[in-house]
């Protein structure tokens, strides 16, 4: 992470607090403030609330044990919010409960004020516009870049199960400017399995992308990379948000403290505590359960 990185986006954070006083390390609705917020149009995800997702008292047990306890937290659309917790905090199993991988015993889960995401299947969510990524990349690695993300337009029903498959000039556009995002346009005929990991994270987030996902969920996605690629990777999510709200589960301090503007603490399967870095940083119980002595 170069100190200039660091420090711009501490600028931005501070600009941020500025702008949204109501911020504090205890709010429940954590950035709600922090988005652009649209008028309710049909098909489109109504955040006239302030909120594109909204977890209330979730729940759910593995054989008895509580993994997800009473569980409430809301995001701002454009907002880019971090988790930390500990092992075993629940944070995958929430990415689960949003994803409607996982079913969970009570509580509300709405996308929009007014998507009950408890109502559909995992694929109808992914359909929707929430958008996963998985620790590891999972890319098809014989394929090339190129064909990488041409195939994640293919997946998307819209375009049907054609099997000629031709892009549009907005489909192109669209390549290309994803390619840029994710700074691998001069790898474009590469053989994804060529990549090195820090890329193929890149093209998988690229594919997710391609699909223009209103919520991307992303888990420890700088786990083995080199420390330029994370600084990279920094400035991909820092560009993303605004356009997308993203939910980003790290354990790498340095990355959350250079892209984050709050921070939510995960511990027994619901929140310990929220705030700017700094402030859960200085909380009592954080340090105790995660952060150390
Ligand atoms: N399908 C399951 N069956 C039984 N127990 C489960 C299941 N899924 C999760 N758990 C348990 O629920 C708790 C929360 O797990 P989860 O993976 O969500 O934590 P996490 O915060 O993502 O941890 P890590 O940082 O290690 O990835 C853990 O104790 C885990 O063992």
Not at 55 to 84: H, M, Q, T
Request: aromatic share 6%; net charge negative.
């Amino acid at each position: 992470m170069t100190p200039e990185l660091m420090e711009q986006n501490a600028r931005h954070a501070e600009a941020y607090r500025a702008a949204h006083p109501s911020i504090s390390g205890n709010t429940e609705s954590g950035g709600r403030e922090a988005g652009f917020s649209r008028l309710a149009v049909p098909g489109e995800v109504d955040v006239t609330h302030g909120r594109i997702l909204y977890l209330e008292d979730v729940s759910v047990s593995f054989d008895g044990f509580k993994a997800i306890n009473k569980l409430s937290l809301d995001i701002a659309p454009g907002e880019l919010r971090c988790i930390i917790g500990p092992n075993g905090a629940g944070k995958t199993t929430m990415m689960d409960i949003i994803t409607g991988k996982t079913r969970p015993d009570e509580g509300r889960v709405f996308f929009g004020s007014t998507i009950d995401l408890l109502r559909y299947k995992e694929s109808e969510i992914a359909q929707m516009g929430i958008g996963r990524k998985f620790q590891k990349p999972t890319v098809f690695e014989q394929l090339s870049v190129f064909e990488n993300l041409e195939l994640a337009l293919k997946t998307n029903k819209a375009v049907g199960a054609s099997m000629v498959f031709k892009l549009d000039s907005a489909q192109s556009d669209r390549l290309a400017e994803v390619l840029h995002t994710i700074h691998l346009s001069e790898c474009v005929s590469r053989q994804a399995g060529f990549l090195s990991h820090g890329q193929k994270q890149w093209l998988e987030i690229g594919m997710l992308l391609m699909q223009d996902p209103k919520l991307l969920l992303l888990d420890e996605p700088v786990a083995g990379m080199t420390d330029e690629e994370t600084e990279r990777t920094a400035e991909l999510f820092l560009s993303l948000k605004g356009k997308h709200s993203l939910m980003v589960v790290e354990h790498d301090m340095s990355f959350i403290n250079t892209i984050s503007d709050i921070v939510t603490v995960l511990c027994d399967g619901s929140v310990l505590a929220q705030g700017t870095l700094a402030q859960v940083q200085s909380d009592e119980r954080v340090i105790e359960v995660y952060l150390g002595r």
